[in-house]
């Protein structure tokens, strides 16, 4: 099973980005997938995080909400990740994680998630 995500880069701030995951190994359209990050001396943080496909099954951090949006296509096996209104503050590496347990909903821990993907490293200039 392999999480491969790319998209990140450099950007100015006020810009936008579009982060993908693609899952290979294994499908993971019945369970939640998301999206966390780690800035260099912080722990990884909870970004977004959706169960199926469906909008009103979106979580989001109260940091991106109304600025990130998450989606999947199950067809794909991908989750990506819209960021728009770009901060400084949003510089981090990315990852995308997937669970293969409905039990815990749509956690925002990250040890609750069963795959990662290596990361992709986002710059926001000021």
């Known amino acids: 099973v392999q999480l491969q995500a790319s998209g990140g880069g450099l950007v100015q701030a006020g810009g936008s980005l579009r982060l993908s995951c693609a899952a290979s190994g294994r499908s993971f359209s019945t369970y939640p997938m998301g999206w966390f990050r780690q800035a260099p001396g912080k722990e990884r943080e909870f970004v977004a995080a959706?169960?199926?496909?469906?909008?009103?099954?979106?979580y989001y951090a109260d940091s991106v909400k109304g600025r990130f949006t998450i989606s999947r296509d199950n067809a794909k096996n991908t989750v990506s990740l819209q960021m728009n209104s770009l901060k400084p503050e949003d510089t981090a590496v990315y990852y995308c994680?997937?669970?293969?347990?409905?039990?815990?909903?749509?956690?925002?821990?990250?040890?609750?998630?069963?795959?990662w993907g290596q990361g992709t490293q986002v710059t926001v200039s000021s």
């Open positions: 994680a997937a669970k293969t347990s409905v039990l815990e909903g749509v956690p925002r821990e990250s040890g609750r998630y069963d795959y």
């Open positions: 959706m169960w199926w496909s469906g909008s009103s099954n979106t």
